[in-house]
């Protein structure tokens, strides 16, 4: 199927074309692990998930790089100044950078397993590529693109680069207005930034490294740019991250990419919605309160059903997060759990190749067209009513459904059919077993009369693949 998707570089929506067909490179920048990751942060890392799993339904190989900061990010992207997030991480809890660098991310992964959300093929840290980081700010001082200020660090001139900006529209040399921080006035250009920190004579830091320039550390967007190029080679097809990141991040990691290996340094750029509250603001990490995704596993919550929710918006869109919306969400996926279960127990019919043929192409069309995940799970509702296509046919559906849109319906509704199992009475238990005992020894006149026993006293018994299993009967 073609696949299009908004690319932010030339704003529209482009169908995409490999650069090596049937592969797909990709990179998102991954989480700052200074603390817990917020479920704004997860949204992202689910629409990473997303467009990873459209692509493979599609027949891609997909090779996904996610990076971990663990060094260089500082508390004011803006401006270069404020502390590293991670020393003050450490500080916060009273360890040291390289440890709370190790939790945090533990804890990002127990979400990111939770919310079923593939691994990345490579997940590299900042920390074990520092030569690479030290070897691209070398190739853009040769080219001319680097000075030094005294005292604080190696700068990346951005006047001299002609396409600065472009990510978001043009130049961003009036940024300096709309900023929140002071100007560091020792830099050439308002929208100049950091290659290479040195470390302060005052302080000792926990992480520095030495370099051509002197003792210090890296600034936080050259990672993305020297672990991509490392390990997805000097141009790749996409590369993701939340909105916030365009402005800066990524206008600054193109700016250190292109004039080294030549521009388009990315095929195709693109930005998720952010995660707000109520009143518009957007969720972070540094503003003190945050939701992280053991809020919502303390109230009761299922992150199946956080995640269900994600995919009931667009991934362009911000989305106001809301216990209420949680609730409703939730509701909705246990009803399409429940629904699944009810087709698993029955489970009929033969599987019918074209009906198959059919909803799965309707579905591939439907996501492929710039992430429609809202109209995908129309459809996939749509399908577990359709009078016209069988049991059988819709568990085949529903295991592609799960590759596709990761929500674990088929094992969330075993579960379900477990627990509704496990309360059977031991007289009903105890009829189930003997009829097991009597298909094994092909007695089946035996396991039918048995079955009807059951029956008669408002059990159902239902042949899984792990067994049978007692479902009180409505
Ligand atoms: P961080 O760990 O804060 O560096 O961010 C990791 C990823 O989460 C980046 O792609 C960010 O753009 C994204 N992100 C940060 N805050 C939010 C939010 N409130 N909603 C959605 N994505 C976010
Ligand atoms: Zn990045």
Sequence with gaps: MAIRLFNTMSRKIEEFKPLTAGKMGFYSCGPTVYHYAHIGNLKTMV?????????IENGYDVRHVMNITDVGHLTTDEDDSGEDKMEKGAARDGKSVWDIAEFYLGEFLRDYDDLNIMRPTVMPRATDYIAEQIDLIKKLEKLGFTYEIAGDGIYYDTSKFAAYGALTGGSLSGNRAGARVEYNDAKHNPTDFALWKFSPTDKHRQMEWDSPWGIGFPGWHLECSAMSMKLLGDHFDVHTG?????????TNEIAQSEPVVGAPWVSYWVHFGFLVDKSGEKMSKSKGEFLGLDALRNRGFDPMAYRYWILSGHYQSQMAFSFDALESAATAYKNIVRR??????DGSGNVDSDKYGSWHDKMLVTISDNMKTAETLVLVREMLRDADTNNATRVKILEFVDRLLGLQLISRARALIDSESDAAPAEVVALSDARTAAKVARDFARADELRAQIDALGWSVVDTRDGAKLVKKA
């Design 340 to 345: 699944v279960a009810d087709i698993l127990r």
């Design 242 to 250: 939340g909105e916030d990141l365009s402005r800066i991040h990524h």
């Design 47 to 55: 629409h990473n998930d997303i467009l990873k799993r459209m692509f």
